[in-house]
């Protein structure tokens, strides 16, 4: 009879306790649903943060001239127009850069890229040992002045599918920018700006 008397009052004190145990372990369990909500919260707002200010900052650089994105006194690559397309192709190579603008003296007369190495000479047949970059460059290339913003020369690029364009003031060439050198510069330090942002919600 004692038994059955102990054995019933642990079933009833279970009973009793089950409730309090169960409503213990659900504001467990509410409380770290709760906390992963916050965490995909924060998340979010973070990569919202981080895509406004990589676009608006992406939109306050293209507004940028291009006098002050190309260094001054940088190596300008160019040919005379009686240098064979193979020195060409090779000076091309080993300076790994996909144009050469070429010089009769202080004047510019034309630009040779490789889509002229390919469509001009390799699709023609000529022998490269034997041609003249003058008779294969893209002849007077579309210059544009140093006060270009960054804006305007990747709408000129991508309207009339140049790859290169020569910078030209008064005459002089100052450089030769590549639609790959406007893009890599746009893109520059914003994976950097993005993980500032991430460490800072995460550090808050």
């Given at each position: 009879m004692r038994k059955l008397?102990?054995?019933s009052?642990t079933?009833f004190g279970?009973a009793l306790?089950s409730p309090?145990?169960?409503?213990?372990t659900?504001?467990q369990?509410?409380?770290?649903?709760f906390?992963?909500?916050?965490m995909?919260?924060?998340?979010?707002?973070?990569?919202?943060?981080?895509?406004?200010v990589?676009f608006m900052r992406?939109?306050?650089?293209?507004?940028?001239?291009?006098?002050?994105i190309?260094k001054?006194?940088e190596?300008?690559?160019?040919?005379?127009?009686?240098?064979l397309?193979?020195e060409?192709?090779?000076?091309?190579t080993?300076?790994?850069?996909?144009a050469l603008i070429?010089?009769?003296g202080e004047r510019?007369?034309?630009?040779?890229?490789?889509?002229?190495?390919?469509?001009?000479?390799l699709?023609?047949?000529l022998?490269?040992?034997?041609?003249k970059?003058s008779?294969?460059?893209?002849k007077?290339?579309?210059?544009i002045?140093?006060?270009?913003?960054?804006d305007d020369?990747m709408?000129l690029?991508?309207k009339?599918?140049?790859?290169?364009?020569p910078?030209?003031?008064n005459?002089?060439v100052?450089?030769?920018?590549s639609?790959?050198?406007?893009t890599?510069?746009?893109v520059?330090d914003?994976m950097g700006?993005?993980q500032?942002l991430v460490?800072?919600?995460a550090?808050?």
């Amino acid at each position: 009879m004692r038994k059955l008397l102990y054995k019933s009052g642990t079933g009833f004190g279970l009973a009793l306790l089950s409730p309090a145990v169960l409503a213990a372990t659900l504001d467990q369990e509410q409380t770290a649903l709760f906390g992963q909500v916050q965490m995909y919260v924060l998340i979010a707002f973070v990569i919202i943060v981080a895509a406004g200010v990589y676009f608006m900052r992406s939109r306050d650089k293209r507004q940028t001239p291009l006098n002050e994105i190309f260094k001054k006194g940088e190596a300008i690559h160019s040919v005379g127009p009686d240098t064979l397309v193979t020195e060409c192709v090779r000076l091309m190579t080993a300076s790994k850069i996909g144009a050469l603008i070429v010089m009769d003296g202080e004047r510019l007369i034309g630009i040779f890229t490789e889509r002229d190495a390919l469509n001009k000479v390799l699709a023609g047949g000529l022998d490269p040992r034997n041609t003249k970059v003058s008779a294969v460059m893209t002849k007077d290339p579309y210059c544009i002045p140093p006060t270009t913003t960054v804006d305007d020369a990747m709408k000129l690029i991508s309207k009339r599918r140049f790859r290169h364009l020569p910078i030209v003031d008064n005459g002089k060439v100052l450089a030769v920018v590549s639609s790959g050198d406007l893009t890599h510069w746009l893109v520059q330090d914003r994976m950097g700006e993005v993980q500032e942002l991430v460490d800072l919600a995460a550090r808050s």
